[in-house]
């Protein structure tokens, strides 16, 4: 019993090791000029399947790849929570928090209406609604386990949106210089409209500190709402199909509440209670990103190209249209 439990624990640390060097490999790409407006996260998904459709999927690594997928994912997370500055946006991001609150509700309703219309994945569509509302990857890994999405339509949601996301960023750039407003309009805009947290401080430096403040600003008000957004969705969820009580139930995702713990602590204790240095911070944002993108090869790993071809499709013309639209209502939101 002892050898098989050694066994187990071994077979794990292999696979864990085994995403954590393609997860290296996908953070080195993304430092290469060009490159690394895509971001680690984007490359190493992008190398996981690749490797899964040349090599196929490594069987000895099977157990270290699943807990990767699964409870590093969440474990990053937790630590995604240090992000968010609760007090600024109590003090200084209200308004904004309203603003943010109307882009997500129209995302994931656009998204899935316009899914529903195209006869589009399902899955797919409500993880890239919440994707493009809220902050991109890390809120479709948090929405993930709740909709019992599958690990392999979960890769393809978080590909998408990486993607999606930076051609709209480096769009953004490109055209602020042809855009009738302010500094601070242009980053309130980029913050409430774009995909993810990178994509958001891509699109906004260019336009120098007050914008780019403004616009992460906006963009953390997103990531505050998504915790009340997976509360909804549980209930969602649970009450979707009523007498099938079993097929609809919907366990509690304990590492949200590390997520708001973490934010606490970041808000409140780190810095005021406990001393710490920028590097210490540093340290932590770059230990979060690479535990994620971990997670993320672990996902990339499940996909198969093969079925996913009629899955993505339809469901990435639905979140490029909602982009466009959420950009468009943005820009006129963001200046009232």
Known sequence: MTDLKTNKVTKILYGIGFTFIIALIGYV???IPGVNHIGPLACAILLAIIFRQLFGYPEFFREGIEFSSKYLLRFAIILYGLKLNIGVIFTDGLG?????AITIIFAILVTMFLSKAMKANPAISLLLGVGTGVC???AIAAVAPIIKSKEEDTAISIGLIALVGTLFSII???ILPL???SN????IWSGLSLHELAHVALAAEPAGEEALAMALLAKLGRVFLLVPLCFVLIYW??????GQAEEAKVSFPWFLLGFIAMSIVGTYVLGDWIPVSNGFLDSTDLITTFVLTSAMVGLGLNVNLKEVRSKAMRPLIAMLIT???VSLLMYWVAGI
């Open 96 to 100: 904004l928090l309203v603003k943010a």
């Open 29 to 31: 790409l993304s430092l």
């Open 323 to 325: 982009s466009v639209l």
């Open 184 to 187: 601070a309009h242009y980053g």
């Open 172 to 174: 953004y750039t490109l």
């Open 136 to 138: 991109g990857a890390a």
């Open 179 to 181: 855009l009738p407003i």
């Open 237 to 242: 969820m649970r009450h979707r199909k009523k």
